[in-house]
């Protein structure tokens, strides 16, 4: 039986499947999907591999024989192993990349080797195994293999030890362990009834035995215990547990526990609501393709506070009742204790959550649940959609404009792309749902008809949207000499909302307390050393950091360019106005979410819970506070400068500006207190903060898309970005105007290239040391121009070592 197998170790990252031949005995092991241990390369090293696919024959003569296998059951479905060969051709990965997204991180088969000394006769070996032998011997005859290879540092130790193991002077092995596994804990129980318990401690007692005795008493009472609790709780030891084993008194054994990322207990079941008359149309189609079995790609445009969610909830039960599962896609972690709060609240402990937030070990046992089929639905933000559910009735993407749902580490995907795959391998609807859609989707639903789209204009409560009031901060300095972030305004407002006790949200884009750092005698910006971008300053540390590569220096107060004394801190971060809003508002109780905030382990759910049960008046964040919160009290939202993201060099700069703004604003007044929001910007007479005044998105979207068509951007192309990265400046430029020659000599390419772009800078021109050169190229349809990147991607994985090459098809982040 021959088997194809593709490596799936990161120190054997090669894009191609090996032919093996299986044992006889391993044949009824060996599955689609399954992982192997195979031998690899000169020394038959053992790798871990994938089992791929079967071949009748081979073109190879002399094939190796697989090792042993490493699961009992497929890792990888055939429907995910074939998303991984997909992937590979759309995002230009090799499969390992791919495969890397379907399992839980740092899952893999640790393989430790150990030489152990067989026979310590040194005749007819060289001096330097001799040398090999003598270390051996000293060490009790047995060494792990690395590390007798770090002692010995010599190029020829990999063939002498298998010369070493030819004469029988040594013996290889293996020993073979998973980096993470399920959790087993040790528990003891009674083997004899309680009574006979109660009348063996007397006997234990009387032996002067106390432990032992103390241990039946405990169980006696507790039926079973954990190992820890036992001997806790009897000040005890193994030893005395293991004297009550062998009287048979009690028994040992395993038991698999596992690591739950949430209480159910902590939940109010809730149910369903008689749907609105614009949600009802939508609900009835969904389940028309539920029990059709059919593949349609939905979008719907619901206003902030319109119930999309309550949509997904009733859509997700006729699902389940059809014996189907779903997926729930969230576009970041901060949203995901607000959906599953409210999807366990529905449906119980058949839900399962991903997101990069969980230790490794929680994400294991999630996985292992999917797998197991002991879940109905998953929710999660962008990694989810890899989650290895079987039978997918429906998928869905909240927020579906969320640029965070794009990946920009290799493979650069877009979950909506992948979810579109997985739901048309499946047959299931794909929905895509938004208050602010992109431009992209809602014209293929709008004018392409490529989506079914849905319109909800009105919030399930009847309630106005909020009220929105621009604040020019040009007249805040001017007419009233007000030097501070927070307009008057704005503060009064604020004042109003703290004496009514109803709760206020503040969004600014900008973590950290001032962007940058300058000089005012000789005009010189702290940089950073490894990137070209200005240092933040971070006060509670008083460091300048680099938002890039982490690196981070302590605050200056002399110029290192000049010397000069006359150091001055320019814009204004999260920190800066949260010291703000203490100064102006000392009473209020200030809560700040933003990624300094939120980088340990359930932070972003400890805040959003201190908020909403009322221990604080005021939420100060970043982009985590613009969507998908949910908070019935919060009556005001303020946004402290509308157009930071306006004057950005990207054709996406308006769309990204009103959805921020639209879903913030959107926070207010979705309890019975109508909301109002308040937003200070510098150019209050800019047609995308005037359209987000008005919550006018179809205006928005016809204005945008004008000036994409005029300027032919996507949606009436593709961007392919071409990146080269290196160390060397010269080098770095060479490759990639040789890219640049190799696109516009293509004849294969040119009817569809609509612009090809010169090399140019990278608008971040150094990153961590590495300078950035691209090209940007337009085209018509990135799938016609696959061919021709592969081969430039192939072109230089062979000949370039000193580079890095990134090629990026549509790119969320142009810099």
């Given at each position: ?32 999907g ?55 051709n ?36 060289s ?9 051996l ?34 013996s ?43 241990m ?85 445009r ?38 599953v ?14 997101h990069?937030?969980?230790s490794y ?94 319109e ?96 981070s ?21 999260t ?11 000392p ?5 700040r ?72 604003c ?25 359209f987000?005044?008005?919550h ?47 696109v ?39 799938d ?5 990147l ?26």
């Open positions: 039986m021959i088997v194809q197998v593709a490596l799936i170790s990161p120190k054997h990252v090669i894009d191609r499947s090996f032919d093996y031949i299986v044992p006889k005995e391993l044949e009824d092991a060996v599955k689609v399954i992982r192997v241990l195979v031998p690899f390369g000169l020394y038959n090293n053992s790798v871990e591999g994938l089992f791929v696919g079967i071949s009748q024959s081979s073109q190879f003569t002399r094939l190796k024989r697989i090792k042993s296998v490493v699961d009992t059951k497929p890792v990888c479905s055939k429907e995910l192993l074939s998303l991984c060969v997909w992937m590979q759309r995002y230009l990965c090799p499969f390992y990349s791919a495969f890397k997204l379907i399992v839980p991180p740092k899952m893999k088969t640790v393989i430790r080797r150990w030489v152990s000394l067989q026979n310590a006769d040194t005749a007819g070996i001096e330097f195994q001799k040398k090999i032998v003598d270390i011997t000293q060490n009790d005859g047995i060494m792990e293999y690395d590390h007798l290879g770090e002692l010995v540092s010599s190029p020829a130790y990999h063939r002498s030890l298998n010369s070493l193991a030819d004469k029988k002077v040594i290889i092995s293996e020993k073979i362990s998973d980096s993470i596994r399920e959790l087993t804990i040790r528990i003891v129980k009674l083997k004899i009834s309680s009574d006979e318990a109660y009348a063996a401690a007397d006997e234990l007692f009387k032996k002067h035995a106390h432990v032992q005795g103390n039946l008493l405990a169980l006696a009472d507790s039926e079973k215990l954990t190992t820890s609790e036992i001997i806790a709780l009897s000040d005890g030891n193994y030893s005395s547990l293991a004297a009550l084993t062998e009287k048979g008194f009690v028994e040992i054994y395993s038991e698999k526990k596992v690591r739950e990322v949430y209480d159910e207990s902590d939940y109010i079941v809730t149910n369903e609501y008689e749907p609105t008359d614009e949600q009802k149309p939508i609900i009835d189609y969904i389940d028309n393709l539920l029990d059709e079995n059919k593949h349609e790609k939905i979008l719907i619901g206003v902030t506070g319109s119930g999309k969610t309550e949509i997904f909830l009733q859509t997700i039960r006729k699902c389940i009742e059809d014996g189907k599962r779903a997926i729930m896609l969230v576009p970041e972690i901060s949203l995901t204790p607000q959906m709060e409210r999807f366990v609240s529905r449906f119980g402990k058949r839900v399962a959550v991903i990069s937030g969980l070990g929680e994400r294991f046992d999630q996985w292992n649940k999917i797998k197991n089929n002991e879940v109905d639905v998953v929710v999660g933000a962008r990694s989810a959609i890899f989650a290895p559910l079987e039978n997918i009735g429906m998928i869905i993407l909240d927020e579906e404009h969320e640029n965070s749902y794009k990946s920009e580490i290799n493979p650069r995907y877009h979950a909506r792309e992948v979810a579109e795959y997985r739901a048309s391998a499946n047959g299931a609807p794909l929905i895509l749902a938004s208050a602010t859609p992109s431009v992209d989707s809602f014209y293929h639903a709008k004018t392409l008809g490529d989506y079914k789209l849905f909800m204009n009105n919030r399930y409560n009847d309630n106005s949207l909020p009220s929105v009031e621009i604040v020019d901060m040009r007249s805040e300095i001017f007419n009233y000499h007000n030097m501070s972030p927070i307009s008057n305004r704005l503060e009064f407002e604020i004042r109003k909302n703290l004496e009514k006790n109803e709760k206020t949200i503040l969004f600014l884009n900008r973590r950290g307390y001032n962007t940058f750092v300058s000089c005012r005698q000789c005009g010189y910006v702290m940089e950073c050393k490894n990137c070209s971008i200005p240092l933040t300053y971070h006060m509670n540390s008083d460091s300048l950091v680099c938002h890039y590569c982490g690196y220096i302590r605050n200056v107060s002399v110029c290192p360019e000049c010397g000069s004394k006359h150091i001055k801190f320019f814009g204004t971060g920190q800066k106005i949260e010291d703000e809003l203490k100064r102006l508002f009473e209020a109780k200030i809560l979410m933003d990624r300094d905030t939120t980088s340990t382990k359930g932070s972003h759910e400890a805040i959003l819970n201190k908020f909403k049960n009322g221990e604080a008046d005021i939420l100060l964040g970043t982009q985590m506070v613009t969507k998908g919160l949910d908070f019935s009290d919060v009556t005001l939202v303020g946004v402290l400068a509308a157009d930071s993201s306006l004057g950005v060099d990207d054709f996406r700069a308006n769309e990204r500006t009103f959805s921020l703004l639209t879903q913030v959107g926070r207010a007044g979705r309890g019975d207190i109508p909301g109002r929001a308040v937003v200070q910007t510098y150019q209050p007479k800019n047609s995308t903060i005037e987000a005044k008005t006018d998105y179809i205006g928005f979207y016809e204005n945008e898309i004008k000036f994409r068509k005029r300027l032919n951007y996507p949606p009436f192309c593709d961007i392919i970005s071409i990146l080269v990265q290196g160390k060397t400046e010269d080098i770095v430029k060479s490759e990639i105007s040789s890219v640049f020659e190799f516009k000599n293509s004849d294969d390419n040119h009817n569809n290239i609509i612009k090809l772009a010169h090399p140019m800078p990278a608008p971040i021109q150094r990153i961590k040391g590495d300078y950035r050169y691209r090209i940007l190229i337009k085209v018509r349809d990135a016609l121009s696959l061919d021709i592969h081969e430039i991607n192939n072109t230089h994985i062979q000949k370039n070592k000193n580079t890095t090459m990134i090629i990026d098809i549509n790119p969320i982040n142009m810099s």
